[in-house]
């Protein structure tokens, strides 16, 4: 056999109970079949009702089981699969999850409508500072439907919608990626601030959706911070779910689709138009997308910074994400294991949903690399295969090769989020041919937080000249 070939390691793992009183059944993958192309795997069924996913990982005592969100749009009814390799790959093991079928998109409930007056619009863009000037009042939405959560099993999430009113003609279909937040009631869908972008958009002829994503708003648990495969899911879903709400009440739709989304929205807008032009292009066609300021490469720039010792502007960054990876993947026992005294105990208690960033940041140190394990910083700072390091690569979101017209903005002084992963992605499209992407500087001298408004108003200028 090929060096190269996978070995297959292989065990099975119910992801979650029955629903009803029956006994847990036993999911087996029956065949492994070893090839020129890679490893055959099929399984029994589980009946009627459960969909499947494959994880894998290189080492079955110290690693973290990954799906694979490039390969295929997991979970699948299917009851086999090909992991179709290249030479080089090292050797896999691999585990079935089975999870409810999830009818991806449903509609759960949509609350009463909130109208916004046009001299609403006008006072609430002047207090924001934002330079756009409305045509249409609008009216706002808050919509609760069914999605997948971070292992692919059913969920619901929530998101706002905005539409204009008064418009005669059909209308693109916005999704607006919001950034970092860790209050879990801080979301669009409450109609605060964070949905200031939707209404700016709706009132120039825009139908926006503007996902809360999960573990905010209305979905439980622990929001999965800069987890790709969730941000796409839960925004692919919630494109689903504003689209047929809009035809059920007959608010027409041109098919044109843009994204957009700065900072964490960035990375979140990069996961939403990968997972449309890999596994959704028949549903949604991409006009234009325009990711801001996102951790596109968080195993390598991000991490590296966030290991540099540089003082941060929010250390809280940090602990959200190692949070958000434990919770997905499940890294060691708990969120303390990681972290150093008194850090250990301090911290997880702050993670909450309830408590603000200015809260977390004050409790962090001022290096923020103090705040793990001394053994656990040595390890990711001298390991490139730590589990960590694999779980930030699972999240990298610069290889692949985007198909639709995207601008990538970013200011080069930013501070929380360095420029260089816009670079690295930058780079790694054109070199696979995507030419159509462009990177724009809106101000070489804006922090990350004055970077946000000029890219805002470039993109939406661009946005303009694509709109039928």
């Known amino acids: 056999m090929p060096s190269w070939l996978p070995i297959a390691a292989l065990c099975s793992l119910l992801l979650v109970p029955r ?15 070893p090839t020129a192309d890679g490893v055959s795997l099929r399984w029994n069924d589980a009946g009627p009702g459960w969909a499947y996913s ?14 694979r969100s490039d390969l295929r749009p997991w979970p699948v009814p299917d009851l086999g699969w090909t992991n179709r390799t290249e030479p080089g790959a090292s050797a896999q093991f ?6 409810p079928v999830t ?4 509609v759960v409930s949509v609350s009463d409508r909130l109208f916004v007056s046009l001299a609403e619009i006008s006072v609430l863009l002047d207090l924001a500072e934002i330079p756009v000037t409305p045509e249409h009042a609008v009216d706002l939405y808050k919509i609760v439907y069914e999605t997948l959560d971070p292992r692919g099993g059913r969920t619901q999430a929530s998101a706002a919608i905005v539409l204009p009113v008064g418009m005669d003609r059909p209308l693109p279909l916005l999704s607006y990626q919001h950034g970092t937040l860790i209050l879990t009631n801080d979301v669009p869908s409450v109609f605060n601030e964070q949905v200031l972008p939707g209404i700016g958009f709706a009132a120039i002829g825009y139908a926006v959706v503007l996902p809360d994503l999960l573990g905010l708003g209305d979905s439980p648990g622990l929001h999965p911070y800069h987890h790709a495969r969730s941000e796409a899911t839960a925004g692919v879903d919630a494109l689903r779910a504003a689209r047929s709400w809009c035809l059920a009440q007959n608010v027409g739709l041109n098919g044109q689709t843009f994204l957009v989304g700065y900072s964490q929205g960035g990375h979140a807008t990069m996961a939403l138009q990968r997972e449309l032009e890999l596994f959704h292009a028949d549903e949604f066609t991409v006009t234009a997308s325009a990711p801001m300021a996102g951790a596109y490469d968080l195993s390598g720039v991000t991490a590296n910074d966030l290991l540099s010792g540089r003082l941060m502007p929010n250390p809280y960054y940090l602990l959200y994400l190692l949070a958000a990876c434990q919770d997905v993947y499940r890294l060691t026992n708990n969120l303390a294991d990681l972290l150093a005294p008194p850090y250990h105990t301090t911290l997880p208690p702050l993670m909450n949903g309830a408590t603000p960033s200015s809260v977390i940041n004050q409790a962090m140190p001022p290096d923020a690399r103090l705040i793990l394990q001394p053994s656990v910083l040595a390890a990711l700072q001298s390991q490139p295969q730590h589990p960590l390091r694999a779980i930030l690569r699972d999240n990298d979101l610069y290889d692949w090769t985007p198909t639709a017209p995207t601008r990538l903005y970013h200011c080069r002084a930013d501070r929380d989020v360095i420029f260089a992963n816009s670079e690295v992605a930058h780079a790694s499209f054109h070199n696979r041919g995507a030419t159509q992407v462009q990177l724009i500087d809106p101000d070489p001298a804006a922090d990350h937080g004055d970077c946000a408004l000029p890219a805002f108003l470039l993109a939406r200028d661009w946005f303009e000249t694509l709109r039928d």
């Open 94 to 99: 691999y585990r079935l999850l089975a999870v």
């Open 19 to 33: 629903l009803t009183a029956a006994e847990p059944f036993s999911l087996r993958i029956n065949l492994t079949q």
């Open 103 to 106: 009818e991806r998109g449903r």
């Open 54 to 67: 494959v994880q894998s990982r290189a080492a079955f005592a110290d690693g973290v089981w990954l799906t």
